[in-house]
């Protein structure tokens, strides 16, 4: 995967909120999806962080990246 995944910013987040009719869920559903896609990407971010941590071929630059990902999370 190429893209580098980024959490929604508040705008984002108002704007999908204020669209959830569209889409027949309900606002409560909207916030569980966002807050357990969160809880995920948080989980999936600690477990690179701890593997690249601990091996020394794992390239520096994304190690700094991830560090960086963790701390804006």
Sequence with gaps: MTDELKALTAA????????NGVT??????VRRLLA????????????YLAIAERNPDFP??????LKAEVERS
């Design 12 to 19: 984002e987040l108002e704007l999908l909120e204020s669209k």
């Design 24 to 29: 027949g869920l309900s606002t409560v559903d």
């Design 36 to 47: 357990n896609n969160f809880r995920v990407r948080r989980l999936a971010l600690d477990a």
């Design 60 to 65: 520096r630059e994304v190690l700094a990246r």
